[in-house]
């Protein structure tokens, strides 16, 4: 593979944690990385780095410290449910230093949501109101119980429809850069075979990122070649290029 | 969500490195992770985080260098293709401080698969036989160019069936702790209903794992409850407890 390099550096930077023993067991495939990475790259935002942790204070305190001074923004999902294990909100307050208790403004948001559900805001789910001081709230349509951003710290829920929901709530209000477009070309060379011109053709194109991804279908081998840039012109350049490369070993 | 605790804390634990921009992109959706996870928790080795980075040497390095000293076992995927910028085998090695070259029983194994598809080895392949000084060679039965492990890491490639292969090669020699068991209950409750009662389960066997997981399924709300654990007897005990308990709530 090829790395992506040098055309969206410019571009604001963003991390990822994923909090939940369920991930890291095996019980539950994770789709929060996926769907934040494509909403990230048509944004604008280059997302850095992803981590996965386990629903332990000390390690979640610790991955937050260590993530959101080397980025723009940091996105989490999980534990912001009525478990007493839901932990997030108290790791984040931890994390910045500042304290946390029942918020008005969310005790109000969940009151109205069980209210017109018929349901009890018990002491669980009063817990959902419990929000960093100094944070902003971000909007839960589904389940109205909120997430929220706290310096350059948006946290969300874990649950993919409510996740998407406070991502699509969330991205809109933060800055992005030039937004990274794509080509891609499917042969059926082995990625050894091609390696030697495309680092060629990548040298020559640094403005661009070219990445070549080996796959393997029902026995046969080929290489996906995807090359992206934020400059179009430059990008059909280059495609017309590797074409006439690759013809030419054909 | 409630934590799992406890019960597994004296299994071998492990983390998980992914390099490769094309998950962070969004344009890939990682499915070695969940493969591994479900893999380590069937062979009693707990998985305590993961992290995915780009295909950048000293992130590379540094997340190796961060992750492998407080885990038993470090598994990488990805970034030991044959191009120019597949850099995973020497960012370990210089993670080890150890040099890496070509090594002969690495080039025979790749020599001995080209000759028999009647490819050629080219510069390029040849990269793919630079192995770490004191490294151990993973067997790759899909396409030939191995793995490897160094001290406590263990490197496999980013290709589903070629990663799966290797896991497969590798899990049988190390040691695993207990299995872990599990049993689940349905209920069309949401989490912060059953949130109190769990709690109060979960602390009167605190051997056992107690987790959450609140589900939306066309328009209707309900939890999972997943009890984990390595003793099959408490298990059994718990759910009879859980089940009473739910029932009486009903």
């Known amino acids: 593979m090829v790395t992506l390099k040098g055309q969206d ?30 909403e990230l790259t048509a944004h604008g935002i280059r997302l850095a780095e992803a981590r996965v942790v386990a629903d332990e204070h000390d390690r ?16 989490t999902s999980g534990g912001i449910g009525p478990t007493h294990d839901d932990i997030t ?26 209210q017109r559900t018929g349901l009890d805001l018990n002491a669980a789910r009063l817990r959902m109101a419990r929000i960093p001081e100094g944070a902003t709230l971000i909007d839960n349509p589904v389940s109205a119980a909120p997430g929220f951003t706290l310096g350059n710290v948006h946290v969300m829920a874990g649950v993919p429809a409510i996740f998407q929901a406070m991502v699509a709530s969330v991205l809109p209000t933060l800055t992005g850069g030039d937004a990274l477009l794509s080509q891609a070309l499917d042969v059926r060379r082995g990625e050894g075979e091609i390696a030697g011109p495309l680092g060629e053709l990548a040298a020559r194109y640094p403005m661009l990122g070219f990445g ?29 290029e590797l074409t006439r490369m690759l013809d030419a070993r054909a």
């Open 89 to 114: 909100a108290d790791a984040v307050a931890a994390a910045f230093g500042v304290p946390i208790d029942v918020r008005d403004d969310a005790r109000a948001l969940l009151e109205a949501h069980y």
């Open 212 to 240: 070549s991804y080996p796959w393997i279908r029902d026995g046969a081998h080929g290489t996906q070649i995807v090359v992206r840039g934020t400059d179009g012109a430059q990008l059909d350049a280059a495609m017309v």
């Open 9 to 38: 550096m410019s571009n604001p930077s963003a991390a990822m944690l994923v909090i939940g023993d369920e991930i890291l067991s095996g019980r539950t495939r994770d789709s929060n990385l996926h769907h934040l990475a494509k």
């Open 60 to 75: 979640i305190v610790a991955a937050l410290n260590d993530l959101r001074g080397g980025v723009d923004h940091v996105f």
